[in-house]
Each structure stands twice: as C-alpha cells, then as structure tokens.
C-alpha cells in the first residue's frame, strides 16, 4: 500500500467516512473481517454479516450508503440483494464481490443496476480505492442534492441549441446526469453534436474547474494510442526519450471523453477497464503502478455500440461501465423545427466572426428556410454549420439569403424523390434486413417532411398529393413521432 500515489481528488475526510453506512455481507469469515478491519483503519463505520438472508433483512430494514456484498452464497444470491437493495433505496451504491469473475455475470450485476464488482481476490489497496471512489460518489450525490436545479439556475458552458422534443429528452437526461460521476455514453450519427453534449455536461458538473480531456480512438494506432492513454516510461519504446504522463493523468479529478470509442483496439480497452475497475494506472514499459486517478468518463460513437459488442469489436463488460446513463442524440433530418433555429444561431455567430458588429447580418428569406428544412442534412449540425459560414463569408450586409446561396451537396431541393440518398454510410454496415428497415423509416420521414410542408400544413392537400387517406397519413407521422406544427414553415 504504501507504494502507492494517491491523489487530492481521491482524499476523503475522515468526517465523511465517518458518516457513510457501510454493510459488508460474504459467508467467508476471513475475507468478511480482513474487509473491516481495513475499512475501519480508514475511518470508515462498517457492519458486517455471514448470511445473504441476514444481509436481506439488513437491506430491507435500513438505508445504506455502501453495500458490498459476495455474489456467491447459499441462501441469498448477491443478485437478490443487490435488487432489494436499489428497489428499497435506489441511490444506495452496491458493489459486488465475486470468486468467479465471469464475463456474464459481471455484467449480468451491471445491467442489475450494480455500481462496480470486485473479483476475489483483491488486495487491501484495491478495495481502499474502489470504496474511496464510491465514497466520493456519495459525497457529491450528497451535494448535488442540496444545490439548486441546474436547469433553474441556467446551463453553463457550451450552447447547445434544439427545440425539437426529441433532441430536449437528450438534453434533459444531460442535465440530470451532470451533477452526478455516473459513465455516459453518447451515441448519434456523424455531426450531431456528441462532443458538445459530451462538454455541457462536464461544464455543469462538480469536476467543471478540472480539464475535460478528449481523444479520438479512432484517430490513433494501437501503440500510440495506449501510449497516450496511459503515459510511457523512458526508453519503453524507440522515440521515448524521457518519461511521459498520459490522458488518463491529465485528466484526473476531471472528464476523459472517449470519441469513437468503439475503433479503439482491443488490448487497449482491456487496459482501460482496469483502470476503470481500479483507479490505477500503469505506464507503458513500467511493471508497477504509477498513479491513481479519478476520471469520470463520457464515449460516444457514430456505431451502435450493442452491434458492436455481438461482432466482437467491443468488449461487453467494459461497455456496461460506461453507459450507465446512455444518451442517443437523434439525426437533424428527424428534427426539423432545430434546423431554423441552429441556422440563425449560425448566421449570427458566423456573422460577427467574420464581419464584426457593426454591419447588419444576411437574413434568411423564407423559400430559403422551406428549403433548409426540407434538405435531409446527411452531414447534420456540422454540415448545416459549414453551409451557413459558407453563405456568410460569400454574402453582403442586409442581403436576403436565397436557397441557392447555401450549398447544401448533391441532394435535390424541389421534392424528395430525384435521386437523393436517404442514407448514410454506418447503414451500409448493417445487414441487410437492417439497412433495409433504417432506408425504408428514412426516406418515410424525408417524405412526410417535404409533403407536409409541399402543402403549406394542410393535412387533406397532403393527403391528396400522397394518394392516402388522412387516416393513414396521421398513422405514418405518429409512426415517426412527427408533428404538423415542426414541420411546416410560416409563409407570409
């Protein structure tokens, strides 16, 4: 233990351990007094049991703060006290104990709502560091609880901009998790915004005057990745000529966000969960540890993650530690009431960049705004962000902004159906049932937009010009949770 680094943001007061409620429950007398007594010398309050149904009557009688219970036993399962645990006291921290660290039954106790597992055996510093960490989740659960609610008291940070209501359920789950050190995983297509989401919520969180530190795993070769990630001693490999810390160090007390986290390599994601399972971090070419560190971490991908772990490409237990809270960031071409509003934001922000204050910017005229919201934006926020700098920069003080002024690739303007790809490229790695499914609900959304809008709002002319019966036109847009009033611009 003593060779060890620990650093500030893994200091807890003896005050707060001494208020935490521990519950120890394992049928084995030795490692159930050997945990107490290390967890006493850390000024830690800790009560034990030798039987699940003990531990269940315990459970169900009282609230814990930290519940570390085997997963093995002979009358009570773990899993049926972890599950009376969260159903009795949801924000109670449970963390598993197993002899047999399967794969299947770690993240079996992960899906079950467990907060971390512990394989048997562990060492003393092993569990001072796992019980630390979770002790410090309390504590800022404890906090969070007593500020404000950030959505009264104003977002910080990142302007991140949609009105749409599916866009406002991922952001509403952002706001509840930013207070909070749970994982995040954020996924959503190319350009939608996933690393401004992923900074909104490090911005509002209780680590905000620490780096958020971000890296592209797709980005990076397997060597140099890992080198990166974890740091590297003098001499470890040719060109390391002097010792270097990495992402995970710098990142202490703070956020690492993991982009494209599915393409990082396999040995490297099996580094990284130990570092998740143990708060250590051992550099490249060093056989000891180097530091400890807490990092709360944000991935995201433009993949479906659990296609992803069916394929092979990305390990199942370290995919349930980092999407405790998942968060889909939906598509901009399902979400055609933002794109007015980010396309003025943009004109603005692009305006004032490029031209200064003083000289009135372009304005988007309404045959423009028709024809922005009915382009189906396959590059999403990111695109429309380059189209509307590009119009910006090409375009004089007061001008009207024409459709023709905003370069919007190859798609057709007038209509939906002239040759225009309803898909994007992470459909054509899907099989075909289910590129078939995700073309087919594309090009019905794409449709339904331009109709609703080709008739000014009027369901019946909509109708008509389909060829279906309004029945069956308002089935279709429920279908795809599409409303008139989002779809159709005011004309004057």
């Not at 660290?101 to 003393?124: C, H, Q, T």
């Not at 998942?326 to 509003?341: G, K, Q, S």
Request: aromatic share 6%.
């Amino acid at each position: 233990m003593s060779g060890i680094p620990t650093p500030d943001s893994l200091m807890i007061s003896q005050e707060l351990k001494a208020s935490l409620s521990l519950l120890l429950i394992d049928d084995e007398r030795t490692l159930r007094e050997s945990c107490r007594s290390v967890l006493e010398a850390e000024g830690y309050r800790v009560e034990v049991c030798g039987r699940g149904a003990e531990g269940l009557q315990l459970v169900e009688r009282r609230r814990w703060d930290i519940i570390l219970t085997d997963l093995y036993m002979p009358d009570v399962s773990g899993m049926e006290l972890l599950r009376a645990a969260l159903q009795a006291h949801p924000g109670t921290i449970v963390i598993v104990m197993t002899g047999n660290p399967s794969v299947a039954s770690n993240v079996e106790a992960l899906r079950a709502g467990a907060w971390d597992y512990i394989p048997k055996p562990f060492s003393a510093t092993h569990l001072q560091i796992l019980v630390g960490r979770a002790a410090h989740a309390v504590m800022v659960a404890r906090e969070s609880g007593a500020a404000a609610d950030p959505k009264a008291a104003g977002d910080k940070g990142t302007s991140v901009l949609g009105a749409s209501p599916s866009f406002q359920r991922a952001m509403d789950l952002a706001r509840r998790v930013a207070t909070t050190d749970a994982s995040v995983f954020i996924t959503g297509e190319s350009g939608t915004g996933k690393e401004m989401i992923a900074q909104f919520i490090h911005a509002n969180s209780r680590r905000s005057a620490r780096p958020i530190v971000a890296v592209n795993c797709a980005a990076l070769p397997e060597g140099l990745l890992e080198s990166e990630m974890f740091g590297h001693l003098k001499g470890s490999f040719t060109g390391a000529v002097k010792d270097k810390a990495g992402l995970l160090e710098a990142a202490n007390g703070g956020t690492l966000f993991l982009d494209e986290l599915i393409e990082m390599p396999k040995p490297v994601q099996a580094k990284l969960l130990r570092v998740i399972q143990d708060g250590v971090v051992r550099r490249v070419g060093s056989s000891t540890t180097s530091a400890v560190v807490n990092v709360r971490f944000i991935s995201a991908s433009n993949r479906d993650p659990d296609q992803a772990v069916k394929e092979g490409a990305l390990r199942e237990d370290l995919y349930y530690r980092l999407r405790v809270v998942p968060i889909h960031v939906p598509p901009l071409r399902e979400r055609p009431a933002d794109v007015t509003l980010l396309a003025n934001h943009f004109l603005q922000l692009y305006w004032r960049r490029h031209r200064g204050a003083a000289a009135p910017p372009p304005r988007l005229s309404d045959e423009a705004i028709r024809t922005l919201t009915a382009y189906p934006w396959p590059g999403n926020v990111r695109e429309l962000q380059n189209a509307l700098e590009h119009a910006v920069v090409m375009l004089e003080p007061g001008q009207e902004i024409q459709s023709t002024d905003i370069p919007m690739g190859t798609a057709e303007r007038a209509g939906p159906a002239e040759g225009v790809a309803f898909w994007t490229a992470d459909v054509l790695e899907q099989s075909y049932h289910a590129a078939r499914e995700k073309v087919i609900a594309q090009f019905e959304r794409r449709y339904l937009t331009w109709l609703v809008n080709r008739a000014n709002g009027n369901m019946s002319k909509a109708a008509r010009l389909a060829g279906v019966d309004r029945t069956t036109l308002y089935r279709l847009m429920d279908r795809h949770g599409l409303q008139r009033e989002a779809l159709t611009v005011p004309s004057e």
